[in-house]
Nanobody, 127 residues
C-alpha cells in the first residue's frame, strides 16, 4: 500500500512564499510520476505540477509557470512544491498524488490517472 502525507500549508500574504512537502511510503517502486493538484471552494480539482519519478521531467499548469517549482528528494522519499509570488487565486487545498503505470507511463495531468492521494493541506493567500 502507498501512503502520501502533505505538510507545509498555511496562511501567507500575496507575494509571499510557501513550500509544501509530500512524504511517500509503501510500494512506490513502479511509480510513473508524482503530481500536485489543488481544489478551491466550489471548483473542480485542478492540475498544478508533476514530476517524473526519476526526477527528470517536470510539468506545470500555465497558471503557475515561473512561480512554482516541483522537486523530489530521493533519499527522503519526499516531493516538494515551492510556491513563490503567491496570489489570492492560489488559495486552495493542495493535494499530492501518485501515478502508477496502471493506465500509462506518460506523465499525466488529469486527476483520473492518479491512483493514490494525500489528505490535502490548506493554502490561503491574503490580499
Amino acid at each position: 500500500q502507498v501512503q502520501l502525507v502533505e505538510s507545509g500549508g498555511g496562511l501567507v500574504q500575496a507575494g509571499g512564499s510557501l513550500r509544501l512537502s509530500c512524504a511517500t511510503s509503501g510500494r512506490t517502486s513502479s511509480t510513473v510520476a508524482m503530481g500536485w493538484f489543488r481544489q478551491a471552494p466550489g471548483k473542480e480539482r485542478e492540475f498544478v505540477a508533476a514530476i517524473r519519478w526519476s526526477g527528470v521531467g517536470t510539468y506545470y499548469a500555465d497558471s503557475v509557470k515561473g512561480r512554482f517549482t516541483i522537486s523530489r528528494d530521493n533519499a527522503k522519499n519526499t516531493v516538494y512544491l515551492q510556491m513563490n509570488s503567491l496570489k489570492p487565486e492560489d488559495t486552495a487545498v493542495y493535494y499530492c498524488a501518485l501515478q502508477s503505470p496502471k493506465y500509462s507511463r506518460m506523465v499525466a495531468t488529469t486527476t483520473g490517472r492518479y491512483d493514490y492521494w494525500g489528505q490535502g493541506t490548506q493554502v490561503t493567500v491574503s490580499s
